[in-house]
Every structure is written in structure tokens, then in C-alpha cells.
């Protein structure tokens, strides 16, 4: 109706997510000792499904030749695996990208929580490596994949929503890594929920953004303003 015959739209990505860990089961799977439910499967399904992406996951044990087979079979535009990017025996995921002549562009990152998060390039297929613990996936999902996501999408803004705003409460902070803490905002000011360990989920199921607490900064007052990010449809 206005003379427009053709229009430029943007691909919708093919994105696998690779659950390695051989303690993991099945939902609805009865728990044995030494095994657990996988649950970032299910985090990571639901997350790729609101941002319109085409997705699959498969959940890998702990062994080399398997893992670099379901690298291999992923036909994706992205890859995603979560656990085996730390330094313990079982960590096998950089051994084998590097195996296979993955560029390993960035393996450590210096926040919490996510630490030993890896980002790769296999084949010209970007990889994101992230830690296992849920709470970790979650925020380097939001934080780094979703806008990696966004932008093969043609948006023109791939980040969360940013706004400075004053802490509800004062602030004290050990160590040296940057943090992104779970956050709601009430009447203009970040209230900070407990915090929690990389594996408790609670604090970002009732999060509403994540506050973002610099390296260089370890002391808040009441009113002093810090950088937040508001998480996607909350």
C-alpha cells in the first residue's frame, strides 16, 4: 500500500546449547546420589525462545570424543555450552575447541559471577563458553549472548536497557572483580536482593535488572548512583 515491493529483514539464528556434566539428569528424572537435575537446559531454552532464535539443546557427559562430536553436529549459527570452562579435570570444552582449531578469543573474564567464562570462534561459528553454575549462565546470558544475539538480528541497540540510579541502601564489597548483583527498582532507587551463591536461582527469579558494581569501587553510601541494567520483559 506504499509502494514498497521488497524489505530487508534479518536471519533468525540457529543456536545450540551444549549441557556438558555426566551428573546431570533428566526433568522428571528420579535423582540417584551423586546426580542432580540439569537445569540449565531449561534456563537457557526458555531465555533463546523469548528472543525469537531458532534452538536446540542436548546435554553432554563429562567425555572428550563425545563432546567434540556434538561440537561437531551442532550445524548452528551460534554454539552455547555451559561447565567444563574452569581448570578441573573434568573441564574439557577449551581442549576440545582447541582440538578442533577454535580460536580461543577470550577465556576469563574479571566479574562475578561468570569468571571463567570463554568466548571462541570455530570455523568462522562464534562459541560462547559458560561457566555451570545456573546463577552465572544467567547473567552471562543476559549480559553477553543476548546483545551478541540481538545484533546478528539487526538490532541497532543489542544491550539491556541502561540507567544510573541511587542505592536504596549503603554498600560494602570484598575483593577486586567487578559484580552484577540481582536488583529490583522501587521509587526510582536499586534496591539490592540477598545475595546468593553462583548456584541459587531465587535472587534473579525475583530480580527486575542486575546492578552493576565496578572493580574500582568497594564502599557505597545510601544515594550514591550506580549503572543498572533492566533485564528483558520484566
Not at 4 to 24: C, N, W
Request: proline residues 6%; hydrophobic residues 45%; glycine residues 10%.
Amino acid at each position: 500500500s506504499v509502494g514498497v515491493d521488497q524489505v530487508q529483514t534479518a536471519i533468525r539464528p540457529k543456536v545450540t546449547v551444549l549441557v556438558t556434566g555426566s551428573e546431570f539428569l533428566a526433568p522428571g528424572v528420579k535423582v540417584v546420589p551423586g546426580r542432580i537435575h540439569s537445569s540449565n537446559d531449561v534456563m537457557l531454552g526458555a531465555a533463546l525462545e523469548r528472543t525469537g532464535v531458532t534452538w536446540r539443546t542436548s546435554r553432554e557427559p563429562d567425555d572428550r570424543e563425545t563432546l567434540r562430536e556434538a561440537v561437531l553436529g551442532a550445524d548452528s549459527d551460534l554454539i552455547i555450552t555451559t561447565g567444563g570452562v574452569s581448570v578441573g579435570d573434568h573441564d574439557l570444552v577449551r581442549a576440545v575447541l582447541e582440538d578442533l582449531g577454535a580460536e580461543i578469543v577470550v577465556h576469563g573474564v574479571a566479574q562475578k559471577p561468570g569468571k571463567p567464562m570463554l568466548f571462541a570462534m570455530l570455523d568462522g561459528v562464534p562459541v560462547f563458553g559458560l561457566p555451570g553454575n545456573p546463577r552465572a549462565v544467567m547473567v552471562l546470558f543476559w549480559e553477553y549472548v543476548l546483545p551478541f544475539l540481538r545484533k546478528l538480528m539487526g538490532a541497532a541497540d543489542p544491550f539491556l536497557r541502561t540507567e544510573h540510579l541511587p542505592l536504596a541502601e549503603g554498600l560494602t564489597v570484598k575483593g577486586n572483580r567487578a559484580e552484577f548483583r540481582a536488583a529490583c527498582v522501587r521509587e526510582g532507587c536499586v534496591h539490592l536482593l540477598r545475595d546468593e551463591g553462583s548456584h541459587m536461582l531465587r535472587s534473579l527469579v525475583e530480580a527486575e535488572a542486575l546492578a552493576v558494581i565496578p572493580s574500582d569501587q568497594r564502599t557505597f553510601r545510601p544515594g550514591d548512583r550506580v549503572e543498572v541494567h533492566h533485564l528483558p520483559g520484566r
